[in-house]
């Protein structure tokens, strides 16, 4: 791919944070030439990666400001291309592409006497693409903006989207914050009620509940049109489509609107490692091949996804994925992205049945997909440079060292990776060992694996747990008790104790031990019960567990107020006191029969027991920072459900005598399975 290598111009700071670099830089300077030998050609045939990257308003269709609509499209195995839809009764061939260069195929069509444009908006249209052997094909276009399933009707058309008053942004982005507080949403099931909730709904009713939480960043999954929405969005189908099964393309960006109002940072689940395998629908097959945007053969088949792979050396398949992230920022107003399945796009092998030890060989081999690699390079550093507030955030199970780090100094380009194996380990946990058997030094080691200067997303449980067939941490936790041993006027029940307990215990270690950032997936907070199902088949097309039932929380007799009143305490004790953007916690105590854990992280001291039986008085810990510290935060306070067996009202005062590695120690109250926050206050 390139001829010679040449040194990424920041390497050495990479080697600064990570010597044993030093032995794969050959590699490494080996990827960065591509990079750059890529980059460079884009520059020199396009005038700049920025303009490359501007396809949405050359291809797909554009209304011209004398009403003329100029279509165009990238077909190279096509015969002909024809447009029809409501403007012209549906005939097929009325209205035939002009061929051009390179595969790409050109109509336009002039505007009505006066001006006016000759296709209505919201009305409906199809391409009718005529294959190699002659069949005449109904097809979306791949840069169709607004797709819809008519009422009973299987198949999707393609919406004429054109506004007389399109949405009119009110708000700038917000400041890029130094760390995330992450609510990951999905729209369609924001509502109490069984249906697809709208972007409405969500703007008027879930913000201000994300807001009131302290969260600084909304995820939003499944926005690009997925025509089987049992998919959870994952397999995509109109890649610059808002999906319009929850309201109209005005009403998505007025939510990203309001959400900047708000100071929110809004983030966008982008899905560019594959595409769905939908002929009808999706890209699939688009121009009657099986190589267009996509590898032929076994290479562009993900056989455990079944889906289509793309292929990352094709000139119009890196216009079309690069001009689609530019698209969602430039016309949605989004904040950054979150990149799925960025694992299976690094290895050829796709990380199936692949543990990854973490030796250097598994990231440097001959495993690594070299093509893939180059385009993530390629839109991280495109997206950096054009968008100063820019996040970006990989889906990354393997651990790639450099996956994080600038595309300047040789890395990927990532802000963040997602921290996979920590909800992952909880699930171990609490699924498999009993209380007494915690592996105090493993939930610690686990919590701190991540690469130094490397920024990680902490999460204690996935989107993907809590599908059917898989239970949430609550769930897991509370089970069937919690169907009748929620009520605060129902008898004390030890499954719920335990269960409300350990909740917030884990958030909290979590939050502050096993990252940079938190995420969080909409309902987990309060401990939302049962399971996430879409409607299918196999329920009946049922609606009942596609939603979140928030008048559970609303219900002032139910304990699920107090872990959203935990989560809310919590993410507004980090917003004050910053402990995620700072370095890396010092942790001083791990005690294995006490189960208790003691760390340091930007001044507070957090203080963990997880014994289900045992409390301690006058337990000694280690502090390096003489002085008067406080409880600023609680898990056993009344507010948040428990016992309130600690007096807020103490003062804990410094012994100059050092313990645990820290230069002072203080002695504290810490009652079983609750976990509180010590701040310096004199």
């Not at 701190?448 to 599908?467: F, P, T, V, W």
């Not at 104790?497 to 907070?525: P, V």
């Amino acid at each position: 791919m390139a001829e010679s290598v040449s040194k990424p111009p920041k390497y050495d700071s990479l080697l600064q944070n990570d010597s044993y670099i030093k032995n794969h830089e050959k590699e490494i300077f080996r990827r960065y030439s591509c990079f750059e030998t890529l980059k460079k050609s884009i520059e020199q045939a396009e005038g700049s990666l920025s303009q490359f990257a501007e396809g949405y308003k050359w291809y797909g269709m554009n209304v011209m400001s004398d009403g003329s609509v100029v279509c165009r499209e990238w077909a190279p195995a096509a015969r002909a291309v024809y447009l029809r839809g409501d403007f012209n009764n549906w005939n097929q061939t009325e209205y035939k592409f002009q061929k051009l260069d390179h595969g790409k195929w050109e109509l336009v069509l002039p505007p009505q006497q006066g001006g006016s444009c000759r296709i209505n908006h919201n009305s409906k249209i199809k391409l009718v693409v005529e294959t190699a052997d002659g069949k005449l094909e109904d097809r979306l276009s791949p840069w169709a903006v607004m797709v819809q399933k008519p009422q009973k009707v299987p198949v999707y058309d393609q919406i004429f989207w054109n506004p007389k008053q399109p949405y009119e942004f009110k708000h700038d982005h917000p400041p890029k914050p130094d760390r995330l507080r992450i609510y990951e949403s999905h729209v369609g099931i924001a509502s109490w009620e069984g249906k697809v909730a709208s972007y409405k709904h969500f703007t008027e009713n879930i913000i201000p509940k994300i807001v009131d939480l302290g969260y600084n960043t909304i995820q939003l999954m499944a926005i690009m049109e997925h025509a089987y929405y049992a998919s959870f969005g994952y397999q995509v189908t109109s890649f610059f489509a808002a999906s319009s099964r929850y309201g109209s393309p005005e009403e998505l960006k007025e939510l990203v609107d309001v959400a900047h109002k708000n100071g929110l940072t809004v983030l966008l689940d982008i899905v560019h490692s594959h595409a769905s395998n939908n002929v009808v629908d999706g890209l699939n097959q688009f121009d009657g091949s099986d190589s267009c945007y996509f590898h032929d053969g076994p290479r562009g088949t993900h056989a455990l996804w079944d889906s289509r792979l793309f292929n990352y050396t094709q000139w119009e398949t890196l216009r079309f994925l690069l001009s689609n992230l530019k698209w969602w920022i430039d016309v949605y107003h989004f904040d950054g992205f979150r990149f799925d399945g960025v694992s299976s796009m690094l290895y050829h092998t796709h990380g199936v049945g692949h543990g990854f030890s973490g030796d250097y060989g598994e990231y440097f081999g001959l495993n690594v997909d070299t093509e893939s690699l180059i385009y993530l390079m390629l839109a991280n550093y495109m997206l950096h440079q054009d968008y100063p507030f820019m996040i970006t955030v990989a889906e990354d199970v393997s651990g790639m060292p450099c996956l994080c780090c600038p595309v300047e100094e040789g890395g990927g380009g990532f802000d963040y990776r997602l921290a996979m194996a920590i909800p992952d380990k909880w699930i171990q946990i609490v699924k498999e060992i009993k209380d007494d058997d915690w592996d105090i030094a493993n939930i610690v080691h686990t919590l701190e694996n991540r690469r130094y200067g490397e920024k990680c997303i902490a999460y204690a449980e996935s989107h993907d747990q809590a599908l059917v067939g898989d239970k949430t941490l609550a769930f897991r936790l509370m089970d069937k008790e919690m169907y009748t041993g929620m009520s605060m006027t129902s008898p004390s029940n030890p499954v719920i104790d335990r269960g409300l307990a350990l909740h917030k215990m884990i958030r909290l270690i979590t939050n502050g031990l096993g990252g940079e950032s938190y995420l969080n997936f909409i309902g987990n907070e309060f401990g939302h019960p049962e399971w996430l199902d879409f409607p299918r088949v196999g329920n009946n097309e049922s609606y009942h567990y596609a939603r979140r039932q928030w008048h559970l929380v609303d219900d002032e007799v139910l304990k699920y107020q107090f872990l959203y009143a935990f989560d809310r305490s919590m993410h507004h004790c980090e917003a004050r006191y910053g402990w995620l953007s700072s370095p890396p916690a010092y942790v001083s105590w791990k005690h294995e029969d006490d189960k208790v854990i003691v760390f340091e992280r930007n001044g507070l001291v957090f203080v963990f027991n997880f014994h289900p039986t045992k409390s301690f008085t006058e337990y000694k810990i280690g502090v390096q920072v003489p002085g008067t510290y406080k409880v600023v935060l609680d898990t056993d306070s009344e507010e948040h459900g428990g016992f309130k067996r600690l007096d807020h009202n103490t003062e804990f005062l410094t012994f100059n005598e050092g313990w645990a590695g820290r230069e002072n120690h203080i002695f504290v109250y810490i009652p079983c399975r609750t976990a509180f926050i010590l701040s310096k206050v004199g």
